[in-house]
C-alpha cells in the first residue's frame, strides 16, 4: 500500500488499482510521486492485460476532501443508489451499469413493446430494446446522452434519443429511464422536430394505433416475455398516447 499526494490530496492506493487511480489525476498536476505514476500508466496503456484492467478496476480509496465533496461524484453516487434500489425487482426493466462505481455508463434492457423498420420497409413489434446511458462531464447540467444497440423506430430516436424537451438537472435517472420506457412504448411522443422523419409521418398517419403498450416501469407485477418481431397489430385498447407539443 503506497500514499501519493497529489494537489494537497492524500490517496491510499492499493497496488491492484495504482493505474485506476492514476488515470483520475488532472493533467499538470504536481504530484510528489509522479513518476511512480508513470511507471504504472505506460505499461497498462501499451498491453492488453493493462487496458483490461482500467476497465475493471474499481476506484480506489478517496480523501474525503477530494471526490466525496464533488457535486457531480455525489450526483453519480445517488443516481447509483436509486437506480440499483428502484428497479432492483422490476421484470420490464434490467439495469446493468458499466465501469467503476459510481458508474458513467449505463445499459439498460427494457421487457415491452417497441418498433423497428424492416429491410423490407416493415414496420414491426419487438418486445426487448436495449438503451445505452452516457453521463457526459457536464452531468447533470449536461443532459445524459441516450442510445440504442438497435435502431428503434420512432419520431424521437435515431443516432441517439432526443430527450431535450424534458430533461434538466433535477431530474434523476430513475425519472429518465421511466421516461424512456414511456417513449419506447410511444405512450409519449413528439413530431416537432423529430429526429426520424419517415417515423414521424407514419405516426402522425398512425396515432389510432398508439399507445403500444401499458407497462409502467416500478409497477409491474409479471414480466413480459420477449417474442419475435410480428407486424404491427391493428390498435391497441390502451388509453390514447400523449404527443409532446414542445
Not at 485506476?20 to 489525476?25: D, E, G, I, K, Q
Request: proline fraction near 12%.
Amino acid at each position: 500500500m503506497r500514499e501519493i499526494a497529489c494537489t494537497g490530496y492524500w490517496f491510499r492506493i492499493p497496488p491492484p488499482v495504482e493505474i485506476s487511480v492514476a488515470l483520475r489525476f488532472p493533467l499538470g498536476a504536481r504530484c510528489r510521486f509522479r513518476h511512480e505514476i508513470r511507471r504504472a500508466l505506460v505499461p497498462c496503456l501499451t498491453t492488453s492485460a493493462g487496458r483490461a484492467a482500467l476497465d475493471h478496476a474499481p476506484h480506489a480509496a478517496r480523501s474525503t476532501q477530494g471526490d466525496d465533496l464533488n457535486p457531480r461524484y455525489r450526483r453519480l453516487v445517488s443516481d447509483h443508489r436509486q437506480l440499483m434500489t428502484a428497479f432492483a425487482e422490476d421484470p420490464a426493466v434490467q439495469i446493468t451499469p458499466v465501469g467503476p462505481v459510481p458508474p458513467e455508463r449505463y445499459r439498460i434492457t427494457y421487457s415491452l413493446p417497441s418498433l423497428r423498420l424492416t429491410q423490407h420497409g416493415q414496420v414491426v413489434r419487438v418486445e426487448e430494446t436495449t438503451v445505452n446511458i452516457l453521463l457526459p462531464a457536464g452531468y447533470p447540467r449536461d443532459k445524459p446522452y441516450v442510445t440504442t444497440t438497435e435502431p428503434v423506430f420512432h419520431p424521437n430516436f435515431g443516432p441517439h434519443v432526443c430527450i431535450a424537451d424534458y430533461w434538466v438537472p433535477g431530474h434523476s435517472l430513475v425519472d429518465l429511464v421511466v421516461e424512456i420506457a414511456d417513449l419506447l412504448q410511444f405512450r409519449r411522443y413528439s413530431t416537432k422536430g423529430p429526429i426520424n422523419q419517415v417515423a414521424a409521418q407514419w405516426a402522425h398517419e398512425n396515432a389510432s394505433r398508439f399507445p403500444l403498450g401499458s407497462v409502467e416501469p416500478r409497477q409491474v407485477a409479471t414480466p413480459t416475455g420477449a417474442q419475435a418481431p410480428d407486424p404491427i397489430a391493428a390498435g391497441p385498447t390502451m388509453p390514447p398516447a400523449q404527443e409532446m407539443t414542445s
